[in-house]
Structure formats: structure tokens, C-alpha cells
């Protein structure tokens, strides 16, 4: 009812208009005709004038009723929409800022869902040990000092220090082939410790690794060497991530050490004394990265603050500048700084670690340094043997022979062993051994060492003997002249007890069962009795 004026009114303007063009269609014959034609014009105006205001006042009140529609629906909407709509906002209002990762840093591992996962090569899953070591290894172009680094961090280990240690090796390669071909030779060189799960292989994904290309040249380095200080800082990350849930305490290593002898006990010793100070890392060699011994709670942070400079600077740089950022003050001068520091980093003398390797994993570089502070390692190790005459069927080198070694004097180094060459203790009565240590090979000749040689002995009792090898399968073996085999080197090293029933020893001996391409060096005979 609201708009009948207004239909009222275009009802009107539009009779005007008919009537004005019916008017038209007469003959102009009469005044009174004309003065209505001029009335009709006047009506015509106004009309179309007041069909141009009602137009703009029916585009108003249309407006006026679409607004009102709107807030009409919005009133009307049920109460659970507008809880739902609610809940939708604080839920958005609750999630969490997003998390910085390893992504932000190597943006393009974003492409390979699996370019993080580890490549375990070999392996037992072996964890809660004291004791990680992590030595990433590279494909060197003249020499490789892997098998000589694990011979010395393996031999000496006590039965329990065994089983609390793990050995990861990281083959920093993504070549399929060399990766396994670095697992076959560890795995017979020390089968035992693979399948105890003491050792470990692993290497990164064939993604892992960005474009190296792209990097840009800093520090006056070369191409080379950017690329190459770039790699070790990722090679070093991906290991400390993969070890830090494995252990209390890591401890970072290279491929081209060698590990003074009790280094395993002096390492855990200076750590449970360390226990009550905090302290980011303690050092156990003065090289570089070498030695470096971190709480594996700490190695998430490290790795990370790795990750995120990469590609800027080498990582003795990167540590030191982590020990800056957690206890200078930008206030105070770089003595004061450097006292800090030194409250975070605890060194250990002497040096447990001696760099040995010559050619550098840089390729051309030959790396002559050698920690000061490891001192002089002793070449062989004194006992106080019983009295036997001693006598082998090796040639030894200059003064260094049998005798001297067995009197605590020297080593013995013999010219390259073959087959059927051997050493001889024989006792001048009858006596009882408790047991034996033959170890090979010093730090002046890593790689000088015994290899497919027994242990024998000869009991006084050949009667028992006979007993013992026909009875019940037994661990011991038949040798000749009545000797029987009670051991044999691995990793260089011989050693064990002599059971009751092969007591009192008239002799004891070393057999060598097959040629060596190598001297070999005998560094310790200790005869216990």
C-alpha cells in the first residue's frame, strides 16, 4: 500500500502522453483547441519530470530494502553457526608460529621428503653407551687412513669398554658403490666389532648434498676450498644429528688419527670430573675439530647453529663463534670475552688424539700438522717376562729384535712375515700362565701388525691334552708337535688365558699362516704368571 501514490502518479504521465498524441492526430481548426494543445505541452513537462523524480525515489527505497534483507539474514542466523564461527577463530588464534628446521637452512632437501634419512650400512642400533665417537670419512685421492684410525681407537678396549662405546663411521658419499665398498672392508677387517653393533656405517642420502656451484667465494678461499669447508660443516651436522640420541657424551674425530693407548678411560675420567662445572666442550687435542667432546643434549643446538652458517665460515670458526654468542658481552673487551670462553671449553693434557694423515680430503693440500701437546708416545711397552729362551725364524731390522723387545728394552721389527715363520718362548722348567698380551704395531708404524697369527702352547701333560682335544668339541685346536692353538691376532693384537687343564707350559709360541705385504712390528709381550 506504500506505493500506490506513486502508481497513481506514472498512471497519470502516461494518460498525459496518449492524450497529447491523440490531440495531434485532429485538424487545427479551432482556438479552443490550441489553448488546450499549450496546456497539454505544460503537462507533458511537468509529467516527464515527475517520472524522472519518482524513478530516482524507487532506486532509494530499493537500496533501503536490500540493506535491510542483509541484517534481516544476519539477526536470523542460528546460534550454533555463530559458535562454530567462534571456535574457528580461536583455534586459528592458538596455532603455533611455524618452527625453524633443517629446511629453512637447505631449502632444497624440501623436494626429497627422504634426503634426511640416514643410510645405515651396517649396524646393530646400539644406544645408551657412555661413549660416541663420530669420524666422517671421504674418498681420498692418494691415501686412506680409516683401518690404521679404527685399529688404534679398537685396540687395548677392555671387554666393558667395549660394550659401552659406539663407533660411527659416516661415509660423507653419495657414489652407492663406494659406500660399500668402505663397508666391506670394515666389515673384515673387524667383523667382530660390526656384529656386536661396536661399529657403524652410515651415509647420507644422494639428496642431501646442495648445489655447490653456487657458492660464493669468502676469506680470499678458493672455489675449492669454499666448497670443500662447506661440506664438512653439512658432513659434521648430519653426524651429530644421527648420534645424539645414542650416548651421553660425543666425541668428534677424523679419519687420519691415531688414539693413545688408555685414551677410552681418560676420556670418560676428565668427563665425570668436568660433571660438576658447565662447560659447552672439553678438548683432547689442540687440531682443529679434533677431540672435541660434547654432551649429546647439546648436539641438536650445535648442528643447528652449523646448519644456519654453513655456507659463511669453517667450523672451528662456527664453534668459536658459538661460545661468543652464549657468554660475551659486547660491552666488555675481548680479554674478558676470552675468560669466558675458557670457563666453556676445558682442555685436557696431554692430548689423547695425534694427527697423522698427510694428504688432506682437500684435494692437493698436504697437511703437516701434528699436535705438540700429544708428547711422545712410547714405542713399546715393558713387562717383566719369566726367564725363557727366545728365538724366531723373522729377520729383524737394525737393533730392533725378539731379545731386546722381551727384556723390555726396545720393539722387535721383522722384515715381511710369510707363512710358517714364527716366534718361540721356551721355558727352562714347566711354569703356569695365567695369561697372555701380544700386541702389534706403534704409533711411528700403525699398520705394521700381525695378521692371520696363532697363539700356541705346549703343555707339560700331553696325556691331559690328548683328553681334551678328543673329548667333547672343544676351543681349542690340534697344531703340530703336540702345540695347541689357544688364540690368534685381531686388529693386531693377542690376547687371553690358558686354562687349567693345559698347566704348567713347557712353550709358547706365535705362528704366522699366511705371507704379509707389510713388516711387521711387535710392540708388547707380556707373559703373565
Known amino acids: 500500500m506504500r506505493f500506490y501514490p506513486l502508481r497513481v502518479g506514472c498512471l497519470l504521465v502516461v494518460v498525459c502522453f496518449l492524450s497529447l498524441s491523440w490531440i495531434k492526430s485532429f485538424p487545427d481548426d479551432g482556438a479552443e483547441l490550441q489553448v488546450l494543445y499549450k496546456r497539454l505541452l505544460v503537462a507533458e513537462e511537468l509529467g516527464g519530470k515527475v517520472s524522472k523524480d519518482l524513478s530516482i525515489i524507487l532506486e532509494q527505497l530499493g537500496n533501503i530494502t536490500r540493506a535491510a534483507n542483509v541484517s534481516h539474514l544476519w539477526s536470523n542466523m542460528s546460534s550454533s553457526s555463530n559458535t562454530m564461527v567462534k571456535h574457528l577463530m580461536d583455534d586459528l588464534s592458538r596455532q603455533p608460529l611455524p618452527q625453524a628446521s633443517i629446511h629453512f637452512y637447505m631449502p632444497h632437501l624440501r623436494e626429497h621428503p627422504n634426503s634426511l634419512v640416514p643410510h645405515v650400512v651396517l649396524g646393530k642400533g646400539r644406544s645408551g653407551v657412555s661413549m660416541v665417537l663420530g669420524i666422517p670419512t671421504v674418498k681420498r685421492e692418494k691415501q686412506s687412513y680409516l683401518v690404521n684410525t679404527l685399529s688404534s681407537l679398537l685396540s687395548g678396549l677392555t671387554s666393558s669398554e667395549t ?44 639428496h642431501y648434498y646442495p648445489d655447490f656451484n653456487t657458492l660464493k667465494e669468502t676469506f680470499g678461499d678458493s672455489k675449492d676450498r669454499v666448497k670443500w669447508r662447506t661440506k664438512q660443516n653439512l658432513d659434521y651436522s648430519f653426524l651429530m644429528l644421527y648420534a645424539q640420541d645414542k650416548g651421553t657424551y660425543y666425541v668428534q674425530l677424523e679419519d687420519d688419527v691415531f688414539a693413545k693407548s688408555g685414551y677410552y678411560s681418560d676420556l670418560k675420567a676428565f668427563a665425570t670430573l668436568a660433571s660438576s662445572n658447565e662447560w659447552l666442550y672439553l678438548e683432547f687435542s689442540q687440531l682443529g675439530f679434533i677431540g ?99 728365538n724366531s725364524s723373522m729377520k729383524h731390522y737394525q737393533q730392533h729384535s725378539l731379545e731386546r723387545l722381551y727384556k723390555g728394552r726396545d720393539f722387535m721389527w721383522a722384515l715381511t712375515p710369510v707363512q710358517g ?62 702345540f695347541v692353538v689357544i688364540g690368534e691376532f685381531y686388529n693386531g693384537v693377542a690376547e687371553g688365558e690358558i686354562a687349567e687343564v693345559l698347566q704348567p707350559i713347557s712353550a709358547l709360541r706365535l705362528v704366522v699362516h699366511s705371507d704379509s705385504d707389510v713388516w711387521a712390528l711387535l710392540s708388547e709381550i707380556h707373559i703373565k704368571v
Request: charged share 25%; hydrophobic share 35%.
Open 163 to 206: 660394550q659401552d662405546l659406539l663407533i660411527i663411521v659416516f661415509v660423507a658419499e653419495t657414489e652407492l658403490q663406494y659406500v660399500e665398498g668402505i663397508a666391506r672392508s670394515l666389515s673384515e677387517n673387524f667383523p667382530k666389532e660390526v656384529q656386536s653393533g661396536l661399529l657403524e656405517v652410515v651415509s647420507p642420502s644422494q
Open 292 to 390: 672435541k667432546m660434547f654432551k649429546t643434549r647439546d648436539l641438536p643446538m650445535i648442528a643447528e647453529f652449523f646448519l644456519m652458517f654453513h655456507k659463511d665460515k669453517p667450523i672451528d670458526w662456527l664453534l668459536d663463534h658459538i661460545l661468543w654468542v652464549k657468554v660475551c658481552n659486547p660491552e666488555k673487551d675481548n680479554k674478558h670475552c676470552d675468560l669466558q670462553k675458557a670457563m666453556m671449553r676445558r682442555r685436557y693434557k696431554p692430548s689423547l688424539f695425534q694427527h697423522v694423515g698427510l694428504h688432506s680430503s682437500l684435494p692437493g693440500k698436504l697437511q703437516h700438522l701434528k699436535d705438540k701437546d700429544f708428547g711422545k708416545q712410547s714405542l713399546f711397552q715393558a713387562h717383566s717376562n719369566p726367564a725363557a729362551a727366545v
Open 421 to 482: 715363520d714364527y716366534i718361540l718362548f721356551s721355558f727352562p722348567r714347566p711354569i703356569r700362565i695365567a695369561g697372555y698380551v701380544f700386541r702389534s704395531g706403534n704409533s711411528q708404524a700403525v699398520g705394521d701388525k700381525f695378521h692371520n697369527t696363532t697363539v700356541e702352547v705346549l703343555s707339560s701333560y700331553t696325556t691331559a691334552t690328548e683328553k681334551l682335544l678328543d673329548g667333547s668339541p672343544s676351543k681349542y685346536k690340534r697344531s703340530d708337535s703336540n
